[in-house]
């Protein structure tokens, strides 16, 4: 429920900071698409950082839970393929250093 009432209090308390600009807020023909674009960018700043760590946390939290994150410890590396692509980088270079 609080949830619910931090974007609204967060428009009423600039309303309240900035009082003496009210009769032209209320005045102006687009009021509704002015309160209604200040509404969503104000919950926007608060909820994508929000739901962006929810959505990391519950991801690496179901990998911790299962034990998941040993089967990295299994992976299989690609040494040799590294290897091979050094001596092919070295042989470029030899090639290029000859000519």
Request: aromatic share 10%.
């Amino acid at each position: 429920m609080v949830g619910g009432l931090f974007t609204p209090g967060i428009v009423i308390a600039a309303r309240l900071v900035r009082h003496d600009r009210l009769q032209e807020i209320y005045a102006a023909a687009n009021f509704w698409n002015s309160l209604w674009k200040s509404s969503w960018e104000s919950m926007a700043i608060f909820f994508l950082p929000m739901g962006a760590i929810l959505a990391t946390s519950l991801m690496t939290q179901s990998e911790f839970k299962n034990n998941a994150w040993k089967q990295v410890h299994a992976l299989p590396l690609m040494v040799k393929r590294h290897e091979e692509d050094e001596a092919e980088a070295r042989k470029a270079v030899e090639k290029e250093e000859k000519e």
